[in-house]
């Protein structure tokens, strides 16, 4: 059964695949999207949930086009960025609301992504913010050059946030994590900014670990 209508998707990421593995949605207590970095796969990227298996959980990752989700850097003017960037946020809504349709409500959704995944992930649970089971950003932040107007609507209402950096990212400047930190916080998230010392762009045990316990208190209904 095709649980993603991605037909419905304009731009450039219109009718992508999307990669599943772990429990069917419409049996799933829990989801977790995955959203894969520059130049990786949705395959790719759900070899990340053989680290934190979990029953009765799907794991859902959707495929760029071209293998990235925007052809400039986060950073960059989000002018720069379309309709690329426009298109890869209504694909990640399509598998969201998705996964709602198939019976997984967003306060039962991890969202989570790496590198540009995680930018990706970040400015999406942003613009639309309301109480999800989680939101990991591994490695990214919100898209946009400095200066950008931070004003979402909405609230999060708890939901848990975890971004995960390193100190020597050379793609990902510690301010923008720190930027992403406070937004998150301003939107009613429960946020953990880790930055470690030394790392450069790449997931590291505690980042998944992290995850895992997010996935762990979603999955025994706890906050």
Excluded at 146 to 173: A, E, K, N
Excluded at 191 to 209: C, S
């Amino acid at each position: 059964m095709t649980w993603f209508a991605t037909d419905a998707v304009d731009g450039p990421h219109a009718n992508q695949p999307v990669a599943t593995t772990g429990a069917s949605p419409d049996e799933a207590d829990a989801a977790v999207v995955l959203a894969h970095g520059r130049g990786a796969t949705a395959e790719g990227i759900l070899d990340l949930a053989d680290e934190f298996r979990r029953e009765n959980v799907a794991y859902v990752a959707p495929q760029a086009a071209g293998n990235e989700w925007y052809p400039q850097s986060f950073l960059a003017s989000i002018d720069a960025n379309e309709p690329h960037l426009s298109s890869a946020l209504a694909l990640f809504g399509t598998v969201v609301d998705g996964l709602a349709a198939a019976g997984v409500a967003p306060e039962r959704i991890l969202l989570s992504g790496f590198s540009q995944g995680a930018c990706l992930t970040t400015e999406y649970a942003a613009r639309n913010a309301r109480r999800y089971g989680g939101v990991a950003g591994l490695s990214g932040g919100l898209i946009g050059p400095d200066g950008t107007p931070r004003d979402y609507d909405g609230s999060l209402d708890g939901t848990p946030v975890y971004l995960g950096c390193g100190d020597r990212d050379p793609h990902i400047p510690v301010e923008r994590v720190e930027e992403t930190t406070a937004t998150f916080r301003d939107l009613d998230g429960d946020v953990t900014e880790q930055i470690f010392e030394g790392m450069g762009h790449g997931v590291v045990k505690p980042e998944l670990d992290a995850v895992e316990a997010m996935l762990d208190v979603l999955l025994d209904g706890g906050e």
